[in-house]
C-alpha cells in the first residue's frame, strides 16, 4: 500500500478558487477522511489525486513521487464511486475481472483474485448475476471488489453510501472498517456524513470553502473543535452555541449572555471584554442540580421533547437559544416543564465570536469560589 502527500495544491477554474493551498498527508494503511459540506472542495481533491483533473498548482506525491502531471491509469489507484459504475451488460464476475484483464493478467491469476475478493465481500454466491438483479448494497460490494482485485497504491471513495438506506449505510461502514483493518489499505474516503468520518477514520480533514479547517483523528476533532465551523459541523446533534460578552466580575470572568445570565468561565482565560461564543455538547449536560463546584446549574422551560429510541433529546430555552441536552431513553418529561439543567465548566468550549476560531488557556485569571459557579448562574431565564 501507497502514501500519499498532498502540496499545496490549488486549483481555480477561471475566476472561481476550488481550493486554496491545500496540504495533507496519508500514511501507508491510514484511513483519510475529507469531510465537508457540498462545495466545499473535497470532491474536487479527489478528483486530482485520481487524476481526473490537475492541479493549478502544487504536487500530488504517492510514494514520494510527483504525479501531478501523471495519467490516471498510470497511477496505481483505485476509485470506487457513488454511483458504482458498474457495467450493466457483464455478469458480476466479469465486472470484477476487467480491470486484470485490460492489463493483461493470466486467466488462472484472474480466476484465483476474484475468487479471493468475492469470498472476502461475501459476492460469492452473485458472480454469474448482472449488476440489474443486485441490490444497493450488493452492487457497492461488487464496486469495491473491482477495486481490490487489482491490490492498487490507494483506494478512494467518492461518497460511496450515499445511495443507501440507513440500515445499509451501517452494515457499509461496517464491511469498509473491516476491510481496512484486514487489508491495511490506505484509504481516501469523500464525505458529508460526519458519523461515517468518525466511525471509519483513522484522521479526519475538515474542509469550508475549498479551505482546510482542521486536520485530527476522530477524538480530536470532536473533542476538540478549532473553530465554530466545526463545533457546529461535527456531532448530532450539533453543539450548543450560546454567545456573549466576557466581564470581571471579583477577579472571576463571566459570559453575559443576557441581562439575567451570567455563565462563570473556567480559570486561565484572557478574554476579559471580548465577544466569545460557549460551546456545550448535548451529552455533557444534564437533569438536576450542580454536582459540584465545577458544575452550573440553571432553570429553563422545556420546548420539546425528541425520544429517539437509544436516548432522549430534550431541547429547551436559554435567553432566547434553543439549547439540547442529550438524555436516556427512560426520561420522562413534558413539553412545557420548567426543569433543572447543569453543566460542568470542565466541558466548555469557548471561541472567539468575531474569527471563529477556538480559545486557548493562556493563564489562570483568579480563583472561582467553590460554590460561586451555581450561585451565578442558577437564575429563571
Not at 458504482?84 to 475481472?97: D, F, W
Not at 451570567?262 to 480559570?267: K, R, T
Not at 438524555?327 to 471561541?351: R, V, Y
Request: net charge positive; proline share 4%; charged share 20%.
Amino acid at each position: 500500500m501507497g502514501s500519499l502527500s498532498i502540496v499545496d495544491v490549488t486549483r481555480r477554474y477561471g475566476a472561481f478558487l476550488a481550493l486554496d493551498s491545500v496540504s495533507v498527508e496519508a500514511g501507508q494503511g491510514e484511513f483519510l477522511t475529507l469531510l465537508g459540506p457540498s462545495g466545499c472542495g473535497k470532491s474536487t481533491l479527489l478528483g486530482i489525486i485520481a487524476g481526473l483533473d490537475y492541479p493549478t498548482s502544487g504536487e500530488i506525491r504517492i510514494d514520494g513521487t510527483d504525479v501531478s502531471g501523471t495519467l490516471a491509469r498510470d497511477r496505481d489507484i483505485a476509485m470506487i464511486f457513488q454511483s458504482y459504475a458498474l457495467y450493466p451488460t457483464m455478469t458480476v464476475r466479469k465486472n470484477i475481472e476487467f480491470g486484470l484483464k485490460i492489463r493483461g493478467v493470466g486467466a488462472a491469476e484472474r480466476a484465483k483474485a476474484i475468487q479471493n475478493v468475492a469470498t472476502m465481500l461475501r459476492i460469492d454466491h452473485l458472480l454469474d448475476r448482472k449488476p440489474w438483479q443486485l441490490s444497493g448494497g450488493q452492487r457497492q460490494r461488487v464496486a469495491m471488489g473491482r477495486a481490490l482485485v487489482r491490490n492498487p497504491k490507494l483506494f478512494l471513495f467518492d461518497e460511496p453510501l450515499s445511495n443507501l438506506d440507513a440500515q445499509l449505510r451501517t452494515e457499509m461502514r461496517i464491511e469498509i472498517k473491516r476491510l481496512h483493518q484486514k487489508l491495511g489499505a490506505t484509504i481516501v474516503y469523500v464525505t458529508h456524513d460526519q458519523v461515517e468520518a468518525m466511525t471509519m477514520s483513522t484522521k479526519i480533514v475538515v474542509m469550508n470553502g475549498g479551505k482546510i479547517v482542521q486536520i485530527g483523528t476522530p477524538n480530536d476533532i470532536y473533542n476538540s473543535p478549532a473553530d465554530l465551523f466545526v463545533a457546529r459541523f461535527v456531532g448530532s446533534p450539533a453543539m450548543n452555541l450560546l454567545e456573549g460578552t466576557v466581564e470581571t466580575h471579583g477577579g472571576v470572568q463571566v459570559l453575559k449572555v443576557s441581562p439575567k445570565l451570567s455563565i462563570p468561565l473556567p480559570n486561565g482565560y484572557a478574554v476579559s471584554g471580548q465577544a466569545v461564543t460557549l460551546g456545550i455538547r448535548p451529552e455533557n449536560i444534564t437533569i438536576g442540580d450542580a454536582q459540584d463546584e465545577t458544575c452550573i446549574a440553571l432553570d429553563a422551560r422545556v420546548d420539546l421533547v425528541e425520544p429517539t429510541g437509544a436516548d432522549t433529546l430534550v431541547i429547551f430555552d436559554v435567553a432566547g437559544k434553543e439549547v439540547t441536552a442529550r438524555t436516556a431513553p427512560t426520561t420522562k418529561i413534558n413539553a412545557g416543564q420548567t426543569l433543572k439543567f447543569s453543566f460542568s465548566q470542565d466541558n466548555f468550549h469557548l471561541f472567539d465570536t468575531k474569527s471563529g476560531k477556538r480559545l486557548d488557556k493562556k493563564g489562570a485569571t483568579g480563583n472561582v469560589p467553590p460554590s460561586l459557579a451555581a450561585r451565578s448562574a442558577a437564575q429563571a431565564i
